[in-house]
């Protein structure tokens, strides 16, 4: 009998992925995919893309990192998650949640502070420090990773205690953009990717130095339920295609 070494999981998803993603539609299926807030905008032009590509078909659920979590730890029926963090689908390997080494860094995120009226501030720093008269918003550093980011540069400025009675909490990077965008906070901590998709006035920005806070790498991973998945096993390979991976860059993501 010959004994030969299992293969690596992903080599084996990849090449299973590879072949499925080329299938005709004949053999097309769907997949339901948990997605984070602050990816909506570049999920909603990659599904269309893969679709077309794969026949198979895709349907997203967007939120914040931390209660897509909460959904899929309650059962929620998610083929693929795409976090705004690498902890969270680390923690669904380790938990039984997702297949072990499936996952990998689909995108890179920016934060920054943003305005919707021009002129608003000349420098980031000073701004935050003398010149808010009204409310900051930022998503909720407990369940959305770019929350936690915004908290990290204000305690990295020393003005997390002075600026808590102005601050407005968004459940997803999402709201808290929509917070910002419609004025009722003056100014916000959003992802670059959200004010590069904004269709109206550029505003005010300010590109936060990346020492400031902690890499926000987003990280995907195949859960338990869409292990047997075309459509699923498919779409993860998708996401590391030249086509993917030029439209997540052309929205103000590093890859």
């Known amino acids: 009998m010959n004994s030969e070494a299992a293969p690596p999981v992903d080599l084996f998803l990849r090449s299973a992925a590879l072949l499925l993603l080329t299938m005709s539609t004949a053999f097309a299926s769907d997949t339901r995919i948990a997605v984070a807030a602050n990816f909506t905008d570049v999920a909603r032009?990659?599904?269309p893309l893969f679709e077309e590509q794969s026949g198979h078909e895709v349907t997203i659920s967007y939120g914040s990192t931390g209660k897509l979590y909460a959904q899929i730890e309650h059962g929620a029926p998610y083929d693929l998650f795409l976090a705004a963090d690498t902890t969270r689908?680390?923690?669904?390997?380790?938990?039984?949640?997702?297949?072990p080494g499936s996952g990998f860094v689909y995108a890179k995120g920016k934060l920054v502070l943003w305005s919707a009226d021009k002129?608003?501030?000349?420098?980031?720093?000073?701004?935050?420090?003398?010149g808010i008269s009204r409310h900051l918003a930022i998503a909720n550093p407990k369940t959305a990773p770019y929350g936690a980011a915004a908290r990290q540069v204000m305690q990295k400025l020393g003005l997390w205690p002075s600026l808590q009675r102005k601050l407005v909490k968004g459940d997803s990077i999402a709201q808290t953009f929509q917070?910002?965008?419609t004025e009722n906070a003056e100014a916000g901590f959003v992802a670059y990717s959200?004010?590069?998709g904004w269709l109206g006035e550029p505003g005010t920005l300010w590109n936060i130095p990346s020492e400031y806070y902690s890499p926000i790498e987003q990280g995907v991973v195949l859960l338990k339920r869409?292990?047997?998945n075309p459509a699923a096993l498919a779409f993860l390979e998708f996401l590391k295609s030249d086509v993917a991976r030029e439209l997540i860059k052309k929205h103000?993501?590093?890859t």
């Open 179 to 181: 917070f910002v965008a």
């Open 226 to 228: 869409g292990k047997d």
């Open 252 to 254: 103000g993501y590093d």
């Open 194 to 196: 959200q004010v590069k």
């Open 119 to 130: 002129g608003r501030f000349s420098e980031g720093t000073d701004y935050l420090k003398n």
């Open 45 to 47: 032009k990659l599904a």
């Open 89 to 99: 689908p680390a923690r669904a390997e380790k938990e039984g949640l997702a297949i």
